[in-house]
């Protein structure tokens, strides 16, 4: 069992489009994040959400706009999309958060490559 | 501004030889120090991690060394496998909040 899942794995769009990404986890988590890996290779924070509630925002451009439906579940919704959006997105998920010394579990990535 | 420095893009080792990824950091407020292992294709994979209270952490093969005073994080793979040839990651926790801040990666190549 695939214990945190994304779809689509790749994803090629025209600039402009609105996608979404979604992002599952069935490792009974409290904590769910997006990491984005640009060109650059560099893995930096997004969002994080722990139990439905955002915890971080590190300064995204407000196109992006995560959704937590329930405890398993954030999606990443990407409105006006711009060629600098191709990268690879990671999902990852954590049994806790702030001040715990835990691990993260990651998905396998969204390729989103903008045309 | 790179808070957490991978100084070595790529590494090339011998098969049964030592293989050793270096990290380097620049804010002391980090406590909790993580190695991931990426193949392609595929999402990191946590492979050891060390408390700031330790300075060596050993897992079978793998073994974490951290260096709190020169702010320096190790990873030693001994013996080094075919199979361990892959992206290594460090990455660090400051444990005030919820993120991990990643180096930008050590491609190892390990060579039968």
């Known amino acids: 069992d695939t214990a945190v899942s994304q779809t689509p794995k790749y994803l090629v769009t025209q600039m402009g489009n609105d996608k979404s990404i979604k992002c599952e986890q069935n490792l009974g988590h409290d904590t769910m994040y997006w990491y984005k890996q640009d060109s650059k290779k560099f893995l930096k924070i997004m969002f994080s959400?722990?139990?439905?509630?955002?915890?971080i925002n590190e300064t995204v451009p407000n196109r992006f706009s995560p959704k937590s439906p329930d405890k398993a579940h954030l999606n990443l919704h990407i409105n006006s999309l711009e060629l600098g959006d191709s990268a690879v997105y990671f999902c990852?998920?954590?049994?806790?958060?702030?001040?715990?010394?835990?691990?993260?579990?990651f998905g396998p990535g969204t390729r989103l490559l903008v045309l | 501004d790179q808070q957490v420095k991978q100084n070595s893009p790529s590494l090339s080792v011998q098969e049964g030889r030592i293989s050793i990824l270096n990290c380097d950091y620049t804010n002391s407020m980090f406590d909790y120090f993580l190695w991931y292992k990426k193949y392609p294709a595929e999402g990191p994979t946590f492979l050891i991690s060390i408390s700031s209270i330790k300075d060596k952490n050993e897992d079978g093969r793998f073994t974490v060394f951290l260096n709190k005073s020169a702010k320096h994080l190790s990873l030693h793979i001994v013996p080094s496998q075919p199979g361990d040839s892959a992206v290594y990651f460090c990455a660090l926790d400051g444990g005030s909040n919820y993120k991990l801040t990643f180096g930008k990666g050590t491609l190892l190549t390990v060579n039968p």
């Open positions: 959400y722990n139990n439905k509630e955002l915890i």
């Open positions: 990852a998920s954590s049994q806790r958060g702030a001040g715990a010394q835990e691990t993260q579990y």
